[in-house]
């Protein structure tokens, strides 16, 4: 069951279909896309803090790498069209590799990548929860965001979380230009926020 936004502009009171992606709207994923979800994480999840971009492993480039409150690591792929099933894959081999990163590690990536030291953007992100009582990158989240879903990636996720408890998800967006030039991006997760959390 692959996942699809469609989305109806009113207009002069009919509705009228608005089928547009980045391409259309001279946008693209990493000049676009990435700065967007990085300005504002909510988009991938409530309780994110996007520390760096474009970060290097020894598997290749994660597109951003975030926190959530609990100190767990997420790395998120973004892909501007479809997500299948070698995108999980590619981000399984990218939390492996930063499985074994340390709090100074991701603190220099943290100051190189926002020029604010962890704890600082720890808590001005999530003042209620003191930094030095949280075990950093003691887990691994996986978030997987494209533009639609191979229906084989949507039954792994599901197997994976509900067998496994690997905490990976994946966000369905849908990039809209409306008539009047306002761009919208919605989206829709295959496992809801409260059930992930």
């Not at 892909?79 to 399984?92: C, F, H, N, V, Y």
């Not at 220099?108 to 030291?117: L, W």
């Not at 979380?161 to 990039?175: F, G």
Request: glycine share 8%; net charge negative; hydrophobic share 40%.
């Amino acid at each position: 069951m692959g996942t699809e936004i469609k989305t109806w502009q009113i207009i002069g009171g009919r509705l009228q279909l608005i089928n547009t992606d980045l391409k259309e709207g001279g946008r693209t994923e990493p000049y676009d896309l990435e700065p967007w979800i990085a300005s504002n994480p909510e988009i991938i999840g409530d309780d994110v803090v996007i520390i760096g971009r474009q970060i290097e492993t020894d598997s290749g480039r994660i597109d951003l790498l975030g926190m959530d409150q609990l100190g767990n690591l997420v790395i998120v792929e973004l892909k501007r069209d479809k997500l299948q099933r070698e995108a999980l894959a590619q981000a399984i081999d990218y939390a492996s590799n930063v499985a074994e990163w340390t709090r100074d590690k991701l603190g220099k990536i943290c100051n190189e990548h926002t020029g604010k030291s962890l704890q600082e953007l720890f808590e001005e992100r999530f003042s209620d929860i003191e930094f030095g009582n949280i075990s950093v990158n003691s887990r691994q989240r996986i978030v997987l965001a494209g533009f639609s879903l191979e229906s084989a990636l949507e039954r792994m996720i599901e197997w994976l979380t509900d067998k496994y408890n690997v905490n990976i998800n994946a966000v369905v967006l849908k990039y809209v230009k409306t008539a009047s030039g306002d761009e919208l991006l919605a989206k829709t997760s295959i496992i809801s926020e409260e059930s992930e959390q």
